[in-house]
């Protein structure tokens, strides 16, 4: 199986900046096709923040364009999140998706989820 792990959510205040990373191991040959990262804030429903293409092409919320930033290292199989002028509505559980390719055909992954907390 493959497992995705997040890692880098905290506590910041508005304006700081924040990186986000996941990384995807397993036990047996895959391949990772499409990555992205969605959020999910008490009270409302899983969004999509930001995904990014195996080429690099990248795509983001209208409310997260022009602060964070999505990349990706192929050769780590680690996808990024450069979350830049926080603010408090970003506050939510952060979630990486990878779209993997294995032996018996493609499946979505989910990790479990990174907190992030913007103060005042």
């Known amino acids: 199986q493959v497992q995705l792990l997040e890692s880098g959510g905290g506590l910041v205040q508005a304006g700081g900046s924040l990186r986000l990373s996941c990384v995807a191991s397993g036990s047996i040959l895959f391949t990772i096709n499409n990555m992205g990262w969605y959020r999910q804030a008490p009270g409302k429903q899983r969004e999509l923040v930001a995904d990014?293409?195996?080429?690099?092409?990248?795509n983001y919320a209208d409310s997260v364009k022009g602060r964070f930033t999505i990349s990706r290292d192929n050769a780590k199989n680690t996808v990024y999140l450069q979350m830049n002028s926080l603010k408090q509505e970003d506050t939510a559980v952060y979630y990486c998706n990878g779209d993997v390719t294995q032996y018996d055909g493609r499946w979505p992954y989910w990790g479990q989820g990174t907190q992030v907390t913007v103060s005042s």
């Open positions: 990014i293409t195996s080429g690099g092409l990248t």
